[in-house]
């Protein structure tokens, strides 16, 4: 908006104060700028993900390691006891809660599909 | 087959402002390209030292690259990016009370009809200036902003903007009378 009235000769002088100034050096100055603070976030990034992994850890990474012991205890359990022969050791891969949970879910697939002729996993 | 990088010379302004906004840095590097120029001109008016100029455009640009994603509308980038300058302008002003730098040259001469680098006159009778003056004053002549565009820029009430640039074009007029005689402008060019 020129809504006032300028001195034309203050207006002419600033007219040709303004000079074209070649960019280069400055452009390639500010992008290393960017680049260098780029890095710094980045750092600062991955520091503070450390810092909440180990915090995390260490507040709840027994806890978590002892449950997954525990489940991964109940899944492997024998289903049917067959002592320590070799008719346990065959058997030991499905003699599960695990294996059967895997096989009930395989079955549960494979009929989905067979019904519906749509498979649920891509 | 041209590559991605040969058309950002010809995108619109609010085109690359909304690339860069989303991450792209060659979309950034354009505008750079294109402001630095206004921008560094702008500064060196502001401040009459054209390493601390650069030294400030190059903060401005920081700014921009750090801050871009807060900007709503791409279109409003030239009002943001002046925004951004003058307020980087004032922050230096009140962090390094540049008003010292200016105090010395108020035992300057005069500036002669025919010296060489008018710019640099120019720079030197702004510096003369009050800093408010000086900012409104470059903001007027150098940008061409109304009144009330540079109230609502530096935050001043509109009386003291108008006051700012009358008086202050009346002393620019006084320091640099020798270039209004006829002739002394295609003299000094």
Request: charged residues 25%; glycine residues 6%.
């Amino acid at each position: 908006m020129m809504t006032e009235s300028r001195d034309p000769v203050l207006q002419s002088l600033f007219e040709q104060a303004r000079i074209d100034l070649d960019g280069a050096d400055l452009t390639a100055s500010v992008m290393s700028r960017t680049r260098r603070r780029l890095a710094v976030m980045a750092a600062g990034a991955l520091a503070a993900a450390l810092v909440v992994a180990l915090t995390v850890w260490t507040l709840v990474g027994t806890s978590l390691l002892e449950f997954a012991v525990l489940v991964s205890q109940f899944l492997t359990n024998p289903l049917i006891e067959l002592g320590e022969g070799w008719l346990a050791l065959v058997f030991l891969p499905v003699n599960n809660l695990a294996s059967i949970l895997v096989a009930s879910t395989k079955l549960a697939l494979m009929g989905w599909k067979k019904l519906t002729g749509a498979s649920l996993v891509r | 087959m041209p590559q991605a990088q040969d058309f950002y010379p010809d995108c619109p302004e609010a085109f690359l402002v909304s690339l860069a906004r989303s991450g792209d840095r060659t979309a950034f590097e354009e505008l750079v390209r294109r402001r630095q120029s206004q921008l560094r001109n702008l500064m060196r008016r502001f401040c009459n030292d054209n390493a601390l100029a650069d030294d400030l455009a190059q903060q401005v640009l920081m700014k921009v690259w750090l801050n871009l994603r807060q900007l709503k509308e791409p279109a409003a980038f030239p009002a943001w990016f002046k925004r951004l300058a003058v307020t980087t302008w004032l922050e230096h002003l009140r962090r390094k009370d540049a008003l010292r730098g200016a105090g010395e040259l108020h035992g300057a001469e005069r500036a002669p009809a025919a010296a060489p680098g008018m710019g640099m006159d120019l720079d030197r009778a702004l510096a003369r200036l009050e800093p408010e003056q000086r900012l409104c004053v470059v903001l007027s002549y150098h940008e061409g902003l109304s009144h009330r565009e540079i109230a609502g820029l530096t935050d001043m009430p509109l009386g003291t903007v108008k006051t700012h640039i009358r008086s202050g074009a009346e002393r620019l007029r006084e320091i640099l009378e020798a270039y209004a005689a006829p002739g002394a402008q295609e003299a000094a060019t």
